[in-house]
């Protein structure tokens, strides 16, 4: 194995010479390969709602509804020598779908066997998978040395979704978030009805509080009014309000 940067993002040519001469990516195509990174494809199988399934061949037969969560495998076996990690995450174009991944971006060195990544459709659309798909990319980065202990020294290969894994990854229960929303929006509407009541009923007495003020001033306009008819017949009357 040749000796690569400390510290580098390994190129097309290195992640090919890795693949071909030291099983870093099997089955290897080099359709896959980018610049700096290669895409793996979407396994045979996946485990939602803790149910194991496969996918067939070429067909469409696995939609990952909104708001649920899947396990997914990559049709690749990866092979990670003890001076290389590798940093994965979903091909930019199942992101803009809506998929969420939640898989640790790190793959340890000395790693080796199929990646297993959870997701999440985050979207407001039923999203389709189909075996063979290219849905993960992967770029590989060399270490400043190499590790004392590789991951296969102490995990054994990971060939599939282990069976002893239960995963509850149903969809979660919006009926119940959905009957909260509306009992807010049920408090909010009443909150919204007090108000306006409460506004109704003070512009009323303003309102009335108004009338009152006018009737007391044309009262007192139509005393003072007397008053000074009454001053002119006679100086002595005088009248305080």
């Not at 485990?47 to 070429?58: D, R, V, W, Y």
Request: one cysteine or more; aromatic letters at 8%.
């Amino acid at each position: 194995m040749s000796i690569f940067s400390r510290g580098a993002v390994l190129i097309n040519e290195d992640i090919k010479k890795l693949a071909t001469e030291h099983d870093l990516i099997s089955p290897f195509d080099g359709n896959l390969l980018k610049g700096a990174s290669y895409d793996l494809r979407l396994g045979r199988e996946f485990s939602t709602a803790g149910h194991h399934e496969e996918l067939g061949n070429g067909t469409l037969s696995c939609k990952l509804e909104p708001g649920q969560f899947i396990l997914l495998t990559s049709h690749e076996c990866l092979k990670l020598p003890k001076n290389v990690v590798g940093h994965a995450g979903l091909i930019s174009k199942w992101a803009q779908s809506g998929l969420i991944s939640l898989f640790s971006p790190q793959i340890d060195p000395g790693f080796e066997g199929l990646i297993i990544v959870p997701l999440f459709n985050g979207g407001n659309a039923p999203i389709s998978l189909r075996q063979g798909e290219p849905m993960f990319t992967v770029e590989f980065v060399s270490t400043t040395s190499y590790v004392a202990t590789g991951w296969a020294e102490s995990n054994s290969p990971l060939r599939g979704i282990p069976s002893a894994v239960d995963v509850q990854l149903g969809r979660p229960n919006f009926s119940a978030i959905s009957e909260e929303i509306h009992d807010l929006q049920r408090s909010v509407a009443a909150l919204e009805a007090r108000f306006s009541g409460f506004t109704a009923g003070t512009n009323q007495r303003y309102v009335v509080s108004s009338t009152k003020a006018i009737w007391i001033t044309l009262l007192v306009a139509a005393l003072t009014l007397v008053v000074a008819i009454l001053t002119l017949f006679d100086p002595q009357i005088s009248l305080s309000i």
